[in-house]
């Protein structure tokens, strides 16, 4: 016929199949049968029992990318990786969108039935599998996750990463946490929230770490704060005392570390008060969270006289300098100062207050305290006075030379950080930090889950930490989460600091 199409039959055999399906649907049940063999065999050796607990029986196979994904990171052979591979090709090669769907499902609730069906674990058996159906725990590893400022306004800052994956790599050393190595994953966001929403939400969906641990910043961790919560992600010990971090009941999946801003700020009203009986507080704050749980610290020590007996400024993290904010503040006749700022603007300020020989009774937010990072830049001399909270041991403190801690911490810093500068506080810090998310490994045990990890986390008692302060331990609750409430007066000599008075503890209405 003109016009007509012509085209070649497809071979059928003799019940009128085609002969092409038969042979794709033949390669589909051997890619079945060799994957379920490949993941029977694992889960044994792992002591996995059903799969279909506790998330459903879709949990990990929801698609043949997560299939995949899963053989990779649980250290299947490169024959079973081989195989999804295989079986994603005979998806696409069985004909209709509909058909390839429904060779896809069957060949997940294959191997899930016989996972089920075959695997079984002895009773009283270590409970890995619950772990090992978590996202970020292997039979031998754990995946956390940190953003970090290596770079930008306060890449001063980034030193406490670094020392955190220099006590990672110690405890891999020393054989890992119950049995599992710790990899532990960080990335710089520049002090940048739009950076770190990128970061955090790669090391979420695609590293698929099991926590978040000391997120440096307030701002920076504002930003994905939902985001984790959300998600269900423990965001565990933000480095940062902002005090959004203790609200348990908005947010469950984030506990805070450091001493609040916020009852830091009340205890330096307290002090210029002391010395100033109704004198005037200056107050000069980052304009962010951070900044602002300063002021309403101060105010909550003053209540209504806060107007006053005040003069608040702020700046952006990003100003090149804080030097008109100093005089303007000076013009106003405070007889006290709080420098609620970070690392690089506390040394302008000091060298300022200086320069302009303005002495008020000068109080620093306690992560811009550093004798190595702060106050040697801006002259040693030029800070003689300065007071400001302590909650960890200053490791230029001569009383602490011989202190059973702090020589653990030089010993620990001479084997894996000899480079760094000893006279950094920051680095205590990330030792410190470090010392406590092992805590909460060492309490979850086998149990490696995203619930357990933050039910170990709100649930520590009485933990000593050897570089805190003596007083000082760790304790938290489903309805504590500040962790760290004390702190000490202390006040800048010229050389290092000398602590007054006692622990302290604020309080938040």
Known sequence: MAGALWYKPKPRDANGASVRARAHAEELQAAEEAIAGEVLKRMVELGRPSMSAPHGPDHKWASMRSLRRFVQEDGFSSKATTVVLGLQRCGRMSGPAQQRRENIMTTRRRVLAGAAATVTVPFGAPRIAAAQASPGVTATEIRIGNT???????????????????????????????????????YDDGYSPPKTVEQVRRLVEQDQVACLFSNLGTPTNSAVLRYLNQRKVPNLFPSTGADKWSNYQDF??????????????????????AAHPGGRIAILHQNDDFGRDYVHGVRDVLGSKFEEATKVLSYESTDPTIDQQIISLQSNGCQGLVLAVTAK?????????????WKPTTCVHYGANSVG?????AGLEKAVGLTTAAYLKDPTDPAWAQDPGMLQWRAFMARYMPDADLTDANSVYGYSAAQAMTQVLQQCGQDASRENIMRQATNLKDVEIPTLLPGIRLNSSPTNYRPIRQMQLQRFNGTTYDRFGTLMEGSIS
């Open 148 to 186: 970090m400022s290596y770079s930008g306004p306060v890449s001063g800052l980034g030193i406490q990463g670094k020392t955190m994956d220099a006590y990672f790599r110690k405890m891999n050393d020393d054989g890992g946490v119950a049995g599992r190595r710790i990899r532990f994953l960080t």
């Open 252 to 273: 469950p999946w984030t506990i805070g570390f450091p001493p609040s801003y916020r009852i830091e700020a009340q205890l330096y009203a307290k002090h210029i008060l």
């Open 345 to 357: 603007f506390a040394s302008m300020a000091i060298r300022k207050l200086h320069e302009i020989g």
């Open 373 to 377: 990072v702060v106050i040697q830049p």
